[in-house]
């Protein structure tokens, strides 16, 4: 059950209440997104804690088309944590003022905390290298759009898996869905660490990791690429090191499949050149299109009745 529930994990849904909400996302795609009143009178508030385009934007649009309000902060210039107020205190605040808040921080392992601080539901728009529950959904969702299905394909993730939290909640969201086994293509010190591998075996994924996208594009079907994550290096020269290092130019495509899609997050550097944008492989604009009416359907389910209307009881 959706309703009153924190987003903070993808593996803390099953792929029942996953499927839920996609049934949702459906729906609200079904009438075109047209606006709607179902949230008139809530307040969703957005405390983003970094930088963010798309997530809060989407997250803000969904709101507006459901007929609720917004407030928040898209940084922390400008609130009271200029003069020195918590997180904590700042989320306890927000609480009072709204009836869901979404979140974006950069602390491993935060979300946890704020959840228990605030009555109102929490939902999880980015947590350090870990978790981006939010954005895993859509990109799940748009696997379904584009292939009809999630089960029975073959799966590469390329970049900098080593601290990118989206691919990892990309993954996360795979083995819910019974994938066994996912391709990462990287240079070696940016592969997932020893940790995540662990966790991920335990959930019944085999990783195997490539250093070329050369030696296994002919054989996927999913293809998801990844940004150079230089804010989360230790310092930018390091950063540096790996500047180029992968880029998945059309050269590199040519034994692609002719049904290969390409997902990516956004925002994307020089890993993935516009001469992709044009190719039938590129999926990553329907991702942000999708975005929409996922985020509807977490906010519709969180708030309302509306699985049960779904599910005929009401
Ligand atoms: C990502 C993020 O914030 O992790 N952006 C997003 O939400 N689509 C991806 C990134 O910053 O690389």
Do not use: C
């Not at 989206?166 to 990287?186: A, C, H, P």
Request: net charge neutral; aromatic share 8%; no cysteine.
């Amino acid at each position: 059950m959706w309703k009153n529930r924190d987003l903070i994990e993808i593996t803390d849904f099953t792929r029942k209440d996953i499927e839920i909400l996609f049934k949702q996302a459906d729906i609200f795609l079904e009438t075109r997104l047209a606006p709607l009143k179902i949230l008139e009178g809530k307040i969703m508030a957005t405390a983003f804690f970094e930088p963010s385009t798309r997530t809060r934007l989407s997250f803000e649009a969904a709101m507006h088309r459901l007929g609720g309000s917004v407030i928040g902060f898209s940084s922390t210039a400008g609130t009271s944590m200029e003069k020195g107020e918590s997180p904590e205190d700042t989320i306890r605040m927000l609480d009072t003022y709204s009836d869901v808040i979404v979140i974006r921080h950069p602390g491993e392992g935060v979300m946890e905390g704020f959840a228990r601080l605030a009555k109102q539901p929490l939902i999880n728009a980015g947590e350090g290298q870990t978790n981006h529950p939010t954005q895993a959904l859509v990109d799940l969702y748009t696997i379904i759009k584009e292939k009809g299905k999630i089960e029975g394909l073959e799966y590469g993730v390329m970049g900098d898996v080593k601290h990118a939290r989206t691919v990892k909640d990309f993954i996360k969201g795979l083995s819910i869905f019974g994938i066994r086994e996912i391709t990462v293509v990287s240079p070696k010190k940016l592969a997932p660490d020893e940790s995540f591998v662990k966790s991920i075996e335990w959930r019944g994924i085999k990783l195997n990791h490539y250093e070329k996208i050369e030696d296994v594009i002919s054989r996927l079907d999913v293809l998801y690429l990844v940004r150079l994550q230089v804010e989360r290096f230790s310092n930018l020269r390091e950063a540096k090191e790996f500047k180029g290092s992968y880029i998945l130019t059309l050269e590199k495509l040519k034994s692609a499949k002719k049904d290969l899609r390409i997902l990516h997050p956004l925002p994307r550097t020089e890993e993935l050149p516009s001469e992709v944008d044009n190719t039938p492989y590129a999926a990553y604009f329907k991702q942000v299109f999708y975005s929409i009416p996922v985020r509807m359907a977490i906010l519709s389910l969180i708030l309302t009745d509306i699985e049960r209307v779904q599910e005929g009881l009401i």
